[in-house]
């Protein structure tokens, strides 16, 4: 039913999506990476800006990937009138989750290095991962480890002495909470949160990019167990709504790239997702989220 409350809250936002990969394609991760092994497919990549372009997309922020090809597509989306942003690279520890697509460190000396790398390319912002990535067959268990606590200080310290925001992979609370605390500028993913670390966020600058897409476009397809993946998607929908209740910065990104994760039409499924968790206030929610994003992580390209 539409009601007069409509009209109270902000309008639907404009086509946007805050995390994406624009190296992989949704479909299958290996035959992707290899399109671009060599050098990245750029006729390829102009597709998928121009099918961004027609359904209207205005900002796209991605997490790099070491083959360039997130690199080129934000050199070229002006072109079709997209902001687009980009790290170039992301950066993961050795040992850790992120081989596929990051560019990798062992002591914090050569993480910095990293860094210098990013920012001497101009780069828009760092992205890190701080933690592995929900296993979807297992409820509760995250791939990989957790980066200790003052490493992850000291990471995002860095960066942000380089002028750069930190977009943080993290999963679990207690990652949640460290990479809040440590005052990292956008928090991805953020499955497996408790009551301590939705605090945290809600209380802190840090906006917050919940991802449903991978979990909820897996819903029913066969793949993984379902029982799992509701179980992480319910979870996932009470957190949005208790940080965004509490006043939290939340946006809205779809992992668009990830498996089952398509572009484009993933950022429609992921509006719809968070209109789902949030119901009226999601547009007011999400159009300040975009609002924060675009105001941290800006595109320098020209
Ligand atoms: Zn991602």
């Not at 992120?98 to 860094?115: C, K, M, N």
């Not at 990292?184 to 993913?189: I, L, N, T």
């Not at 167990?225 to 940080?243: N, S």
Request: with cysteine; aromatic share 10%.
């Amino acid at each position: 039913m539409d009601s007069i409350q409509d009209d109270v809250y902000a309008p639907k936002p404009e086509l946007h999506d805050c995390h994406v990969h624009m190296v992989l394609d949704g479909v299958d991760w290996k035959a992707a990476i290899a399109r671009h092994k060599q050098q990245p497919d750029e006729s390829y990549i102009r597709k998928v800006l121009e099918s961004y372009a027609q359904a209207g997309a205005v900002y796209v922020r991605e997490g790099g990937d070491k083959y360039g090809a997130g690199w080129l597509a934000r050199n070229i989306a002006r072109e079709y009138g997209i902001e687009y942003a980009s790290p170039v690279f992301p950066i993961y520890q050795k040992g850790n989750y992120g081989g596929f697509i990051g560019r990798s460190f062992q002591t914090i000396e050569e993480y910095e290095r990293l860094v210098d790398e990013v920012y001497d390319r101009g780069g828009d912002y760092v992205k890190v991962m701080l933690s592995g990535i929900m296993d979807f067959d297992n409820y509760g268990t995250i791939t990989g480890y957790t980066l200790p606590r003052q490493m992850v200080f000291s990471m995002i310290d860095y960066a942000h002495s380089k002028g750069l925001a930190v977009m943080a992979h993290v999963n679990g609370a207690r990652a949640i909470q460290d990479a809040v605390e440590g005052g990292v500028d956008s928090v991805e993913h953020g499955y497996f949160s408790d009551e301590e670390s939705r605090e945290a966020l809600a209380n802190s600058d840090t906006i917050w990019v919940p991802t449903f897409s991978p979990i909820s476009n897996c819903i029913g397809i066969g793949k993984y167990p379902d029982d799992v993946l509701k179980k992480i998607e319910a979870d996932q929908t009470e957190a949005v709504r208790a940080v965004a209740n509490m006043g939290g910065k939340i946006a809205s990104g779809s992992d668009a790239g990830a498996g089952d994760v398509l572009h484009v039409k993933a950022a429609e499924d992921e509006y719809s997702y968070m209109k789902r968790a949030l119901g009226d206030i999601c547009d007011s929610v999400i159009t300040r989220g975009l609002d924060e994003i675009r105001g941290r992580f800006a595109s320098r390209a020209q």
